[in-house]
C-alpha cells in the first residue's frame, strides 16, 4: 500500500510558540490531503482539506488563521499551528489520496500518516 | 453524507474468526465502502474497500450484502496486534470522509 510520513512524530512546545508539522505521500502523488484531529478517546476529526497549488478548505469552526496549511507540491503538505496553546494539545494526523477509477467509477483510498503527538505547556 | 453505524465495541478470543458489522442504510449507488484500523497512538490503517461485490486481501475480507445496505469485515483469525479500533467509511468519488465512533475490538488471548 501506499505510505504516508509525518514529522515529527512528537513535539513539546511552550504556549505561544509555533509549531510546523509536514505530511509527505512517498511513493505516489497526492492532489489533494487531509489534515484531522484527534482528542483522547475519541475519533478523527477533519480540520481541512488540502489542494496542491491552491488554498485549503476549512471545516467549519477551524480558524484558519490559527492552522495554517500549505500544499505547495504534489506530495507535501504542511500544518502550521500559529502561536499554540495548551488547548491546541492534540494527535494530529494527515492523510493523502489516492485517486484511481475502477468500473467507470471514481473511488478514492486514503492512507493515513503516523501522526503528531502535540504537547504545548 | 451518508452515515454508517457500528457497536461500540467487540471482543473476539485469539485466533477465532471476527466478524464486525456497519449498517449503511443510506448508502447511494456510487458509494465505496472503505474500512480503516486504528492501533493505539497510530494514524488509521487502511484494511480493505469494496463496491458490490465481496473481496478479499491478506488482511481481511470484506463481504457486503445484497442489497448493500450493510457490510462486514471478517478477521479470520484474530491475533492480538488485531486489537484496534476498526472504521467503516463511505466514500464517494472525491468528497471528503468522516470518521465515526467506529468499533474498539478486544482480543483475549
Known amino acids: 500500500g501506499a505510505v504516508v510520513s509525518q514529522h515529527p512524530s512528537r513535539v513539546i512546545c511552550k504556549s505561544g510558540t509555533s509549531v510546523k508539522i509536514e505530511c509527505r505521500s512517498l511513493?505516489?502523488?497526492?492532489?489533494?490531503m487531509f489534515w484531522y484531529r484527534q482528542f483522547p478517546k475519541q475519533s478523527l476529526m477533519l480540520m481541512a482539506t488540502s489542494n496542491e497549488g491552491s488554498k485549503a478548505t476549512y471545516e467549519q469552526g477551524v480558524e484558519k488563521d490559527k492552522f495554517l496549511i500549505n500544499h505547495a507540491s504534489l506530495t507535501l503538505s504542511t500544518l502550521t499551528v500559529a502561536s499554540a496553546h495548551p488547548e491546541d494539545s492534540s494527535f494530529y494526523i494527515c492523510?493523502?489520496?489516492?485517486?484511481?477509477?475502477?468500473?467507470?467509477?471514481?473511488?478514492?483510498?486514503?492512507?493515513f500518516g503516523p501522526g503528531t503527538r502535540l504537547l504545548v505547556l | 453524507d451518508a452515515k454508517t453505524t457500528q457497536p461500540n465495541s467487540m471482543e473476539s478470543n485469539e485466533e477465532e474468526p471476527v466478524h464486525l458489522p456497519c449498517n449503511h442504510s443510506?448508502?447511494?449507488?456510487?458509494?465505496?465502502i472503505h474500512w480503516y484500523r486504528q492501533l493505539p497512538s497510530q494514524g488509521p490503517e487502511y484494511v480493505i474497500h469494496?463496491?458490490?461485490s465481496n473481496v478479499n486481501n491478506r488482511m481481511a475480507s470484506l463481504a457486503i450484502a445484497e442489497d448493500r445496505k450493510s457490510s462486514t469485515l471478517i478477521l479470520h483469525r484474530a491475533t492480538l496486534r488485531d486489537a484496534a479500533v476498526y472504521y467503516c467509511i463511505l466514500s464517494r468519488g472525491y468528497q471528503k470522509v468522516t470518521f465515526g465512533i467506529g468499533t474498539k475490538l478486544q482480543v483475549i488471548p
Open positions: 469494496g463496491l458490490t
Open positions: 492523510s493523502a489520496r489516492d485517486a484511481g477509477t475502477s468500473g467507470g467509477v471514481e473511488q478514492e483510498t486514503q492512507y
Open positions: 511513493d505516489f502523488q497526492a492532489t489533494t
Open positions: 443510506t448508502i447511494s449507488g456510487t458509494d465505496y
